[in-house]
């Protein structure tokens, strides 16, 4: 018996070291080796440019090749949190990757070193590289990553071993395998926690801004001048949106995944092409050029009827005219096309500037230096264009040059090159879907058509008469390149009910009916609200 026994402890011994580690603890080794290869990237390129992100640059370089489309479907699906969508999917798939490749380690240790080398090259190759200091970064970020990714899931899968040896060596198998599982597990999770405390580590170590401490630093000169200002809030009725969008709740539209962080202090704008005296100036000269202050609405090409990609705000800047006059612009320049640090441009007709609506470098944003997201230290704002023809934000170049010899990033993707703002209205009151009891009740919104004005608004409740709504900023100094807001009353009678509303330009044009999307140049409908009235 004795013997036998032996004998069959030591077959156990060969055939337990073969099985090696189980499926899941190769899958969970692999994943977690993979979050150790993405901490260690973040931590390495954390070290160059500020902002700098490996998986910020695999999500740019998808941007840039995918182009419109990505951004779009993006922002439509999920708003204001597209970036942290895009860079979520990235880590996902990531980690994903890092499983298959446990899985597959756990019979050839060797494909643990070459599938973190391929990821590696994947984020090499996907990384979008900037400038050649990035390109160092990049390339470390990437390649101690997979070191990082294929040692650790090496080790785990050395340490998930372990089983089997002490199964061989024990009696009490059962207690040690639970006693060795646990000390996988324990190792496993342990650099899954030291791997997310490193990349958090990372992104707050890359977040460390100088734009955020510089835009501390700025102080804006007082502009002299008459302010519009929307009807006191006691005036306006609940869940109307205000005059002023604080800047916090203003919409964000930009194709950077990660936010260009610029540190003036090696920034300058400059303005050249076809203009007899190129120049370029800092941010200390700008602050320095007169200013003046001027209330716009502006709004996203891609806003759907009834959106909300579109704002007010007070921008505070130097003339574009002012600039480009002292530049010299020669005959023939008949494009002003304006570059952002990060590689996006804009273009519009230099003749925009002709009637004298607001166009300004803004380096203020309702009385705060520009904000980093908004632009910091200066933007583009031009009255009556969408922002993708016009409002460069992270502004480093104006250059004149032919209409036919610029496009700007979204023409090149099949938007129109033109891009004045539609007329457009917008319910706010009551609320989509809503529940209203029968009675006296408002109905309110905005209207809109920047450098025209807003001459009258209209509702209409189901198939009744159209009726004149009040425009409440009659007397607030209120001006034709911002929106106004407006009220109706309405006596609501129980039963479901639609709501429609229009708005006419001071020159007679009122709104289209016609249902067009956004794409090439804009969405036109009237916007509509459906109310449940009930007792
Ligand atoms: N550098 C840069 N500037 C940009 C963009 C961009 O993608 N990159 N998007 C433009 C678009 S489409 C719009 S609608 C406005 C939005 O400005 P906001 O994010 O400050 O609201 O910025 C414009 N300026
Ligand atoms: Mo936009």
Known sequence: MGNANEAESHTDTTRAALVGPTRLNAAAAGAVAAGAALATAELVSAFGEPGQSLVGGVGSGMIERAGGGLVRWAISMFGKNDKVVLAGGIVVTTLAIGTLIGIVSRRKRVASVIGFALLGLAGLLLGRIRDPANQVIVLLASGLGAAAGAVVLLGLLAIAERPSKRIATSFDTPTNAYASRRAFFGWAGGIGAFAAAAAYGGRQLAGRSVADSARAKVSLPAVEGIRPSGPPPGETPEGLTPYLTPNSDFYLIDTALVTPQ??????????????????????????????????????????????????????????????????????????????????????????????????????????????????????????????????????????????????????????????????????????????????????????????????????????????????????????????????????????????????????????????????????????????????
């Open 262 to 535: 610029v540190d003036p202090t090696n920034w300058t704008l400059k303005v050249s092409g076809m203009v007899d005296r190129p120049f370029e100036m800092d941010l200390a000269g700008l602050l320095a050029t007169p200013m003046v202050e001027e209330t716009v609405t502006m709004s996203c090409v891609s806003n759907e009827v009834g959106g909300d990609l579109v704002g007010n705000a007070r921008w505070q800047g130097i003339p574009l005219k002012s600039l480009i006059d002292r530049a010299g612009v020669q005959a023939g320049a008949s494009q002003i096309a304006a570059l952002s640090v990060d590689g996006w441009t804009a273009g519009f007709p230099t003749s925009t500037l002709d009637d004298g609506r607001p166009a300004i470098v803004a380096v203020g944003m309702n009385g705060e230096p520009l904000p980093v997201e908004h632009g910091f230290p200066a933007r583009l704002v031009v009255a009556g264009l969408y922002g993708y023809v016009s409002a460069t934000k992270w502004l480093s170049e104006i250059r004149l040059t032919t209409w036919e010899g610029f496009d700007g990033y979204w023409t090149r993707k099949g938007w129109s090159k033109r891009g004045p703002v539609k007329i457009q209205s917008r319910i706010d009151v009551p609320r989509s879907r809503s529940e209203i009891a029968p009675g006296p009740t408002k109905i309110a919104g905005v209207a809109w058509a920047p450098t025209r004005g807003i001459s009258k608004v209209e509702v209409q409740v189901d198939d009744g008469p159209w009726t004149r709504a009040r425009l409440l900023d009659a007397g607030f100094n209120n001006t034709d390149n911002t929106w106004h807001q407006w009220v109706a009353e309405w006596d609501a009678t129980p039963g479901d009910h639609t709501i429609r509303a229009r708005a006419t330009d001071r020159r007679g044009e009122t709104q289209t009916a016609a249902v067009s999307p956004p794409e090439p140049d804009g969405a036109t409908g009237y916007p509509t609200r459906r109310v449940a009235v009930r007792d």
